[in-house]
C-alpha cells in the first residue's frame, strides 16, 4: 500500500500546461506569453563562457549578479532576493505568511500557482471577480478583507486578463491593510513601464515580485526576483534554500542587464507594432478582444475552440481559457511584426 499524503492534497488537480505533450518548437508559441525570440547573442556568450571556465560544478555565487540587479531596480541588496523563477518567489511568500485555515484574497481569474500554492498549504483562496468588462473590482475587493486574511495579492497587469491597476488603488489597499503583507506582482513590468516600487518607502507591508521569464526570453532558465523592505526579505532568506538559482540563470540574466539594447527593442516592437497591429485587424472584422496593458490580450471569437484548433493545425499555439467569465476566450501572446502578420493571416481565413 501507498503511503497517503495529506488529504487535501490529494483533492487537488495537478497543474498541467496545454500541449504538455506536443513538441512547441514546431510551432509559433503565442499560449504562454514567452518571448518569440531567442535571447541575444550576449547569452550564448556568457553561459558558453560559463561552461568553458568549467564553473558548473561549483555552487552558484551570487556575488557579481546581484550589484548589477540592484541597479536596475532600484533598490538595496538588503531589500531583494533571487529566486528560482517568480513561481518560487510566490511559495515563499505564501509559506511565510499562510497556514491551514489562513486566507489569501485574490481577484479572479488569476495566475493559478497562487491559488496552487495556497491549496497545498491549506489555507483558503477569498476571491472576487474582475468585472465583465474586465476592470479591476476594487470596492468590492476593498470589502472583501475578513478576519482571517492573512495576505493580500495583486497582480499587476493581470494574467490572464491584461487588467491594469492604478497605482492609488494599490496605494489605498496598502493604506487601509497596514498589517497585511500586499504582494504585487509585476511579472510583465518591462512591457508596461508601470510599477508601484516608489510606495516602498512609505508601505512596509509592500512586496513586489518581477520575473526574467517574460521580455527578457529565459523562461527554460527560472529566474524571478522579489523586493520589499529589508526585514521582510531577511525572513524570507529563512525559507530559500541558499543554492536555489543556477549559474546559467545568473550569467544569462547579467549579459542581458548589461546589454539591454536587444530586449528592449524586442519590447518596443511589441507594444508600440505588433500589438497595435494585432488591434487593428481584429475591430474591422467585429472579433471581440480584451487588449490589456501587457505583451497578450484576450479574443473572443464567435467559436472558440474551432479558432484554437483551426490555429494549432495551421501551426500557432494560443491558449484557450477554462476560468468562470472568460471560457469563451482564448489569450494570444504578442511577438515581433513578422509574428503578428503571421497570425493574422492565418485567422483571418476563418
Not at 511565510?96 to 495566475?111: H, N, T, V, W
Not at 504578442?334 to 492565418?346: L, N, Y
Request: charged letters at 20%; hydrophobic letters at 45%; glycine letters at 4%.
Amino acid at each position: 500500500m501507498l503511503p497517503l499524503v495529506k488529504p487535501h492534497i490529494a483533492a487537488m488537480s495537478a497543474y498541467s500546461p496545454p500541449w504538455s505533450n506536443l513538441d512547441r518548437k514546431q510551432y509559433l508559441r503565442l499560449d504562454l506569453n514567452e518571448n518569440t525570440q531567442a535571447p541575444p547573442e550576449c547569452v550564448n556568450i556568457a553561459l558558453k563562457n560559463l561552461i568553458d571556465d568549467q564553473h558548473l560544478q561549483m555552487y552558484p555565487d551570487y556575488s557579481s549578479f546581484l550589484p548589477k540587479l540592484c541597479q536596475y531596480v532600484g533598490v538595496e541588496a538588503k531589500q531583494l532576493i533571487i529566486t528560482n523563477g517568480s513561481d518560487q518567489a510566490i511559495e515563499i511568500i505564501l509559506r511565510a505568511y499562510l497556514a491551514a485555515g489562513d486566507a489569501m484574497l485574490i481577484a479572479q481569474p488569476e495566475f493559478p500557482i497562487f491559488t496552487q500554492v495556497a491549496k497545498v498549504i491549506g489555507a483558503d483562496v477569498q476571491t472576487v471577480a474582475y468585472n465583465s468588462d474586465m476592470s479591476f473590482p476594487f470596492e468590492q475587493f476593498l470589502q472583501s478583507v475578513q478576519t482571517n486574511t492573512k495576505l493580500i495579492i495583486l497582480i499587476n497587469p493581470n494574467n490572464p486578463t491584461g487588467t491594469a491597476l492604478k497605482l492609488d488603488q494599490i496605494e489605498t489597499i496598502l493604506a487601509e491593510n497596514p498589517n497585511l503583507p500586499v504582494v504585487v506582482d509585476e511579472a510583465y513590468f518591462e512591457f508596461t513601464g508601470v510599477t508601484c516600487k516608489a510606495l516602498l518607502e512609505q508601505y512596509n507591508n509592500l512586496i513586489i515580485i518581477r520575473t526574467f521569464s517574460k521580455a527578457f526570453a529565459m523562461a527554460g532558465l527560472r529566474l524571478g526576483y522579489m523586493f520589499a523592505h529589508a526585514d521582510i526579505i531577511s525572513q524570507f532568506y529563512k525559507i530559500r534554500a541558499p543554492f536555489d538559482v543556477n549559474s546559467c540563470a545568473l550569467a544569462a540574466a547579467e549579459a542581458q542587464l548589461e546589454n539591454p539594447a536587444g530586449w528592449k527593442q524586442y519590447v518596443n516592437e511589441v507594444m508600440t507594432e505588433s500589438k497595435p497591429l494585432l488591434e487593428k485587424f481584429l475591430k474591422p472584422h467585429k472579433i471581440d478582444y480584451h487588449t490589456g496593458a501587457a505583451n497578450f490580450m484576450l479574443v473572443k471569437p464567435k467559436n472558440r475552440d474551432e479558432s484554437v484548433n483551426y490555429l494549432k493545425q495551421q501551426g500557432i499555439l494560443v491558449r484557450p481559457m477554462i476560468a468562470q467569465g472568460i471560457e469563451d476566450t482564448f489569450r494570444v501572446s504578442i511577438g515581433t511584426i513578422k509574428d503578428t502578420e503571421r497570425f493574422i493571416s492565418v485567422f483571418k481565413n476563418l
